[in-house]
Nanobody
Framework: QVQMVESGGGSVQAGGSLRLSCVVSGYTYNNYCMAWFRQAPGKEREAVASIVSDGRTQYADSVKARFTISQDNAKKILYLQMNSLKPEDTAMYYC?????????????????WGQGTQVTVSL
């Protein structure tokens, strides 16, 4: 059974940083796409960044140059370094994994999801 557990969320002031982690267990494929999504109250879930098992990455325009997605392939841990945080980054952040090893940014392609970690950015 695949499990994904996020951690690292919290409350920070604008301009601050957080590092999210997502530990994946029970996933046996070596070729995949992992991603971070977020959902703010009353809004649609949106992709933040994705990374393929070969290291290619893609970012939403709203987070480019501020967020960095990375992975530890051996340990199956996904990271999201978030710098220069803004109040509009406030959301529940979810990690997800897809069996299809391409740069995916749409939720429907991801089979497995974590429970989420809350990020709150205040002025």
């Amino acid at each position: 059974q695949v499990q994904m557990v996020e951690s690292g969320g919290g409350s920070v002031q604008a301009g601050g940083s957080l590092r999210l982690s997502c530990v994946v267990s029970g996933y046996t494929y070596n070729n995949y796409c992992m991603a971070w999504f977020r959902q703010a109250p009353g809004k649609e879930r949106e992709a933040v960044a994705s990374i393929v098992s070969d290291g290619r990455t893609q970012y939403a325009d709203s987070v480019k140059a501020r967020f960095t997605i990375s992975q530890d392939n051996a340990k199956k841990i996904l990271y999201l370094q978030m710098n220069s945080l803004k109040p509009e980054d406030t959301a529940m952040y979810y990690c997800a994994i897809s069996d299809f090893p391409a740069l995916l940014m749409q939720a429907r392609y991801f089979e497995y999801w974590g429970q989420g970690t809350q990020v709150t950015v205040s002025l």
